[in-house]
């Protein structure tokens, strides 16, 4: 019987698809590949020993069999690749991001992300809103210019965070 594929990859494979189809999709694929290399790696510790190599504060990516799966830990896991490729002498790091905006900016990797720290600390993500966030990534994406689609994310992640705060001022009140 074949294993199901984690849906953190199935979201990883579509996204693949999508940005090898746009002009520009060999940089996006690159985002892609080392946000899910530098999310492999802070589940599987390899980040806490590439701090230790680089001389920076490993505990950041958490303890093991407990990683922190965040935006602002990607991008502390770019900063010391990057670090490690200049020490070793490479001038031209291929660590050039996914940066905590780039994630936070775009709700394609956003949902990834997500869908990744979901899996890495044994909780599901939301599911009674994880169809409805596909469906709104999918209707984002067949908006056909970028600058567009990030305008309408943008607004979709603002609303979001608005809801959330009513919820958060309604159950105060309701107290």
Same mark, same amino acid.
């Given at each position: 019987?074949?294993?199901?594929?984690? &849906?953190?990859?199935? $979201?990883?494979?579509? &996204?693949? #698809? #999508?940005?090898?189809?746009?002009?520009?999709?060999?940089?996006?694929?690159?985002?892609?590949?080392? &946000?899910?290399?530098?999310?492999?790696? $802070?589940?599987?510790?390899?980040?806490?020993?590439?701090?230790?190599?680089?001389?920076? =504060?490993?505990?950041?990516?958490? /303890?093991?069999?407990?990683? $922190? &799966?965040?935006?602002?830990? $990607? %991008?502390?896991?770019?900063?010391?690749? #990057?670090?490690?490729?200049?020490?070793? @002498? =490479?001038?031209?790091?291929?660590?050039?991001?996914?940066?905590?905006?780039?994630?936070? @900016?775009?709700?394609?990797?956003?949902?990834?992300?997500? %869908?990744?720290?979901?899996?890495?600390?044994?909780?599901?993500?939301?599911?009674?809103?994880?169809?409805?966030?596909?469906?709104?990534?999918?209707?984002?994406?067949?908006?056909?210019?970028?600058? =567009?689609?990030?305008?309408?994310?943008?607004?979709?992640?603002?609303?979001? /965070?608005?809801?959330?705060? @009513?919820?958060?001022?309604?159950?105060?009140?309701? =107290?």
């Amino acid at each position: 019987m074949s294993e199901a594929v984690p &849906l953190s990859e199935q $979201i990883f494979q579509r &996204l693949s #698809e #999508e940005a090898a189809s746009r002009p520009r999709g060999s940089r996006v694929l690159g985002t892609l590949r080392r &946000l899910r290399e530098a999310c492999d790696d $802070i589940v599987s510790g390899k980040a806490r020993d590439y701090a230790r190599k680089a001389g920076m =504060d490993a505990t950041r990516f958490g /303890r093991p069999g407990r990683p $922190i &799966l965040n935006s602002k830990t $990607i %991008q502390d896991y770019v900063e010391i690749r #990057e670090r490690l490729s200049t020490m070793s @002498g =490479d001038l031209n790091s291929e660590w050039t991001g996914p940066h905590q905006s780039t994630i936070r @900016g775009r709700e394609d990797l956003l949902h990834y992300l997500r %869908q990744r720290q979901a899996e890495a600390s044994g909780k599901k993500f939301h599911p009674e809103r994880a169809p409805r966030a596909a469906k709104v990534i999918d209707i984002v994406a067949t908006v056909p210019l970028r600058e =567009d689609r990030d305008v309408l994310s943008m607004e979709i992640e603002k609303l979001r /965070r608005e809801s959330a705060q @009513g919820n958060i001022l309604r159950r105060a009140l309701e =107290d």
